[in-house]
Every structure is written in C-alpha cells, then in structure tokens.
C-alpha cells in the first residue's frame, strides 16, 4: 500500500502563501485519485481539492477556489497544493489522501489512504 508524508506547512501571515508536498511511497502515486482535506480544531475534516490519475481534472471546495491550485508530479511521485491569499480560516491540519476508486470524489470516506497531516496557521 502507499504511503504518503505531508510537508511545507507552516506559519504565515495573511494574505501569505504555502506550498504543501505529498511524497508518496512503496506505490506510484500515478495510481491514485489524489486529493487534499483539512481539519481546524474542533471541526470536521473539510474536503480542499482533489485531482484525477492524469492531473487533467481538478476540483476544488468553495472556500479555497480560485485561491488554492493542486498539482501532481507523477515523476516525481508527488502532489502539491499552492495556497495563496491565506486567510486565519485557513489554519488547519492538512491531509493528503489517495483514493484507489475509477472516479474522483470530494467525500473523506472514498479515500483509502491518509498521511499524518501538515499544520498551517495563518495570523492575521
């Protein structure tokens, strides 16, 4: 099974960027739908975005659109997630995940595996 380590989270100021990795291990992340979830303290873990096996298709959740871009580098057996504009409500611990299924979700429960997560807070 694959294994997956976070890294690049962080603190920053508001309206500040981050670029968190997703190594991945023992498996091709190429075989995976591959996505990013966060989970601020005392509240339930928030689907961010995902990305199809090809990195043709993204999708995002609404409070991170058009401010948060994921990206894969199948080479490379990594996938990234750009923040920019950071906001306080963006402090979370991220997961990546990587789902096994044919077709992308944005449900924490179709994800097969998790990393430990990342911290990222953002101050204002």
């Known amino acids: 099974q694959v294994q997956l380590v976070e890294s690049g989270g962080g603190l920053v100021q508001a309206g500040g960027s981050l670029r968190l990795s997703c190594a991945a291990s023992r498996r091709t992340v190429s075989s995976y739908i591959m996505g990013w979830f966060r989970q601020a303290a005392g509240k339930e873990r928030e689907f961010v975005a995902n990305?199809?096996?090809?990195?043709?298709?993204?999708y995002y959740g609404n409070s991170v659109k058009g401010r948060f871009t994921i990206s894969r580098d199948n080479a490379k057996n990594t996938v990234y997630l750009q923040m920019n504009s950071l906001k306080p409500e963006d402090t979370a611990v991220y997961y990546c995940?990587?789902?096994?299924?044919?077709?992308?979700?944005?449900?924490?429960?179709?994800?097969?595996?998790w990393g430990q997560g990342t911290q990222v807070t953002v101050s204002s």
């Open positions: 995940a990587a789902d096994v299924a044919p077709v992308a979700s944005s449900r924490s429960t179709s994800y097969d595996y």
């Open positions: 990305i199809n096996r090809s990195g043709g298709s993204t």
